[in-house]
């Protein structure tokens, strides 16, 4: 199978060019905080605060008068006046390169991944060899731009040595091209523009991911899945949020048309809709519409308005009916119990038959429930952050009768990583005491897998959606136990990039009737940057 780089060098140059023109013609600013769940919950007691209405459940965030204060904040740890040698500043408290005056910024940094590992119960050495860089600045009060890039390879326990293996792909990040050896290459890049014309709107291009909802887990529009080429337009009128995306995705397994062998592409729109009817209550609405750039014999597919239409999309109104597209709608709601806690939860809605929506036995009903609970401070803790957290999604979900149109990007889930057909519960606690962190997660699912290549018992959202008649029971097929436990102890050393020494060990369990997989890894390493990176499923 043939495949094409993610963002080939014509792209970065066109980025980097788009960036330094842009840089000589605009005075704006508008500063987008990279989007890591280890990140973003150390501003819990900001935004679950009852003194604002702040919208959580769109990220990545933008730095503000909420998040503001708290952000400057961690970006200080550690940082000491009286330090005077150019080596003991950057390595400690700046950037590598740092320009600040009144009308534009610039930094600029690299962005190591040194770590060795060893995975005790697979009997196997792992590595990771990341050498990144990343680049950022605002002009004047409304422009913000940021890019950053990676050059990896690496070893991994054996769980996910067979992902990569199955479909040729580092989870989240990019294609391995290194086919079918022990050691995997890969390289990514992440590059966005974000202007903000006046405080309501902003705009946001580039390649990057974008997550819905309140959890650790979405299931609605997670980050989880690759970067993908994206516009994303966010207005901000007080008690409400509205945000209309739309992207640009790949499929590598679908049927291929094109004679050059590249990746089918399909278009993605979605729409959310955030109501914070008080400081303590907000409910939101959330659909998404995935339609082929083609079919598989190449025939185009026709523009239809619904694409652009901002408040829902109908399959009835499909310019194509040969064609049907794929989609999902949601609702989210978050209720903060006490200062600091929130209640939240998803529904998301794909295929839907009232009459049997609350059976358990077709396929005429698909979609996923999160439940769960977050917040900050726990026993009165200070920087003791908590999330407990319930995920089910029903066989089938997100899959379509054109795998094409599957709610995937590069064959990787938008939403769970455990794809659909299961049950999941998620414990994760965090407590940040001067520079060091300590993290502690548990996770524990049920799942039924496909017994043989053949079969589609509904967890594997790439195969094709079977008639609505088709049978359909949570957990059919080969029941599957994971348990996943995983601990981190770090030591930060500079916070503007979050370079630090970064212990941490999983212990993790896969078991069914035809294969019991254990994992009992040890890692340490130099580690850097605030993405989100998924090793739990």
């Known amino acids: 199978m043939q495949k094409i780089s993610h963002l080939p060098i014509a792209k ?39 003194d604002n209405s702040f919208h959580t459940s769109l990220k990545p965030f933008l730095i503000d008068s909420v998040i503001g204060p708290r952000y400057t904040q961690l970006m200080q740890v550690g940082v000491d006046s009286n330090r005077k040698t150019w080596v003991d500043r950057k390595l400690l408290n700046e950037h590598l390169f740092d320009v600040q005056n009144k009308d534009f910024t610039f930094y600029g940094d690299y962005l190591p991944d040194l770590v060795l590992g060893r995975d005790f119960a697979g009997k196997t050495k792992t590595t990771l060899n990341t050498r990144g860089y990343q680049f950022g600045g605002t002009v004047g009060s409304k422009f913000f731009f940021y890019t950053s890039g990676y050059t990896n390879n690496g070893t991994f326990p054996n769980y996910l040595n067979s992902y990569i293996n199955k479909i040729d792909f580092v989870p989240g990040q990019a294609y391995n091209f290194s086919v079918g050896k022990t050691t995997k290459d ?25 997550f ?10 997670s980050d989880f899945a690759a970067n993908y080429p994206l516009l994303r337009l966010t207005a901000n009128l007080g008690k409400v949020q509205y945000m209309f995306m739309w992207a640009y995705l790949e ?17 993605a729109a979605f729409h959310y809709l955030d109501w914070n009817i008080t400081n303590r209550i907000s409910v939101g609405y959330f659909n998404a519409l995935i339609a082929s750039e083609a079919n598989d014999n190449g025939n185009f597919h026709g523009f239809d308005p619904n694409y652009v239409n901002p408040v829902f999309f109908s399959n009835a109104l499909n310019a194509t009916p040969s064609q049907p597209d794929n989609v999902l709608a949601g609702f989210t709601a978050k209720y903060k119990i006490f200062d600091k806690t929130a209640l939240y939860g998803q529904l998301l809605i794909e295929r839907f038959n009232a009459g049997d929506f609350f059976s358990d036995n077709k396929a005429d009903n698909t979609g996923g429930l999160q439940l769960g609970i977050r917040g900050a401070d726990l026993f009165k803790v200070k920087s003791f952050n908590y999330l407990f957290e319930y995920n089910t999604v029903k066989p089938y979900t997100y899959a379509s009768q054109q795998p094409i149109t599957s709610y995937t990007e590069l064959s990787e889930p938008l939403g769970d990583p455990l794809g659909a057909n299961f049950r999941e519960a998620i414990g994760i606690l965090n407590y940040t005491v001067g520079r060091f962190d300590f993290m502690g997660q548990i996770n524990y699912a049920k799942y039924g897998l496909d017994p043989n290549a053949l079969a589609n018992f509904g967890q594997d959202v790439t195969k094709a959606a079977p008639s609505t008649e088709t049978p359909a029971t949570l957990g059919q097929g080969l029941s599957t136990t994971l348990r996943y436990a995983q601990g981190t102890v770090s030591f930060l050393i500079n916070p503007k990039y979050n370079l630090r020494f970064e212990l941490g060990g999983v212990l993790r369990e896969e078991k069914n009737s035809q294969s019991d997989i254990k994992t009992a890894l040890i890692t340490f390493g130099l580690r850097s940057t605030f993405r989100d990176l998924y090793s739990d499923f």
Not at 19 to 42: G, M
Not at 187 to 206: D, M, R
């Open 251 to 267: 499929d590598q397994e679908a049927k291929q048309f094109d004679p050059f062998g590249n990746n089918r592409r399909k278009w």
């Open 12 to 50: 970065l140059t066109l980025i980097a060019v788009i960036l330094v023109f842009s840089a000589q013609i605009c005075k704006s600013q508008s500063v987008l905080l990279p989007y890591s769940y280890q990140y973003d919950q150390k501003f819990n007691s900001s935004i679950y605060s009852l």
């Open 212 to 221: 819905v909802g309140d959890g650790y887990r979405s299931l609605l529009l």
């Open 186 to 210: 890969w390289t990514y890049v992440t590059a966005i523009l974000s202007y903000t014309p006046i405080k309501q709107l902003n705009i946001t291009l580039g390649e990057d991911k974008t």
